[in-house]
Antibody
Framework: QVTLKESGPGILQPSQTLSLTCSFS??????????VGWIRQSSGKGLEWLAN???????YYNPSLKNRLTISKDTSNNQAFLKITNMDTADTATYYC?????????WGPGTMVTVSS | DIQMTQSPSSLPASLGERVTISCRAS??????LNWYQQKPDGTIKPLIY???NLQSGVPSRFSGSGSGTDYSLTISSLEPEDFAMYYC?????????FGAGTKLELK
């Protein structure tokens, strides 16, 4: 059974760095072809893909966030991570991680992140 | 980036009704089009992948079709649990992009 769950700070101040953790089970990111992605959703708005990381450590980022994103993984502990630097109020959103096979076939419940001074 | 234009943004419908949601890509995406359902509690689940493949566990009243730039999701007979948000997504090229969503609501 594949499950994923996001965790994060809940609230942080503008200019701080957001660190998110995706803890998953039911698959391994060391298995050929496996991939985990991050997607966010601002309040009342649509979905925005942020980044993907593959079993072989390949990474793709959404260029709209320029150089603010860093995705990484800890295969031994079945976790994936996302860091976003220089957070702004516009980054307030629910952040999801999901297993990706091109499409996202399993999603976590999401973690809400609020950026406020 | 490939822009995904989804329509309608809101769709009032009745139980038992057949409905169709459309998604148009700004360029050809070679059937790399997926559909998701989001419930009010934020839970997201895949419905259809690669245009027309039904995700495991998804009822057969859901179907997808399309090619080139134009794709659609059809629900053949609406059940109470189908009233939710629906999003299309292309995975033909990075960055992956989503449509703006369709809110399927009870008429």
């Amino acid at each position: 059974q594949v499950t994923l769950k996001e965790s994060g700070p809940g609230i942080l101040q503008p200019s701080q760095t957001l660190s998110l953790t995706c803890s998953f089970s039911g698959f391994s990111l060391s298995t050929y072809g496996m991939c985990v992605g991050w997607i966010r959703q601002s309040s009342g708005k649509g979905l925005e893909w942020l980044a993907n990381i593959w079993w072989n450590d390949d990474k793709y980022y959404n260029p709209s966030l320029k150089n603010r994103l860093t995705i990484s993984k800890d295969t031994s502990n079945n976790q994936a991570f996302l860091k976003i630097t220089n957070m702004d109020t516009a980054d307030t959103a629910t952040y999801y991680c999901a297993r990706s096979r091109g499409y996202f076939d399993f999603w976590g419940p999401g973690t809400m992140v609020t950026v406020s001074s | 980036d490939i822009q995904m234009t989804q329509s309608p943004s809101s769709l009032p419908a009745s139980l038992g009704e057949r409905v169709t949601i459309s998604c148009r890509a700004s360029q050809g995406i070679s059937n790399n089009l997926n559909w998701y359902q989001q419930k009010p509690d934020g839970t997201i689940k895949p419905l259809i992948y690669y245009t027309s493949n039904l995700q495991s566990g998804v009822p057969s009243r859901f179907s997808g079709s399309g090619s080139g730039t134009d794709y659609s999701l059809t629900i053949s007979s609406l059940e109470p649990e189908d009233f939710a948000m629906y999003y299309c997504q292309q995975d033909a090229s990075f960055p992956y992009t989503f449509g703006a969503g369709t809110k399927l609501e009870l008429k």
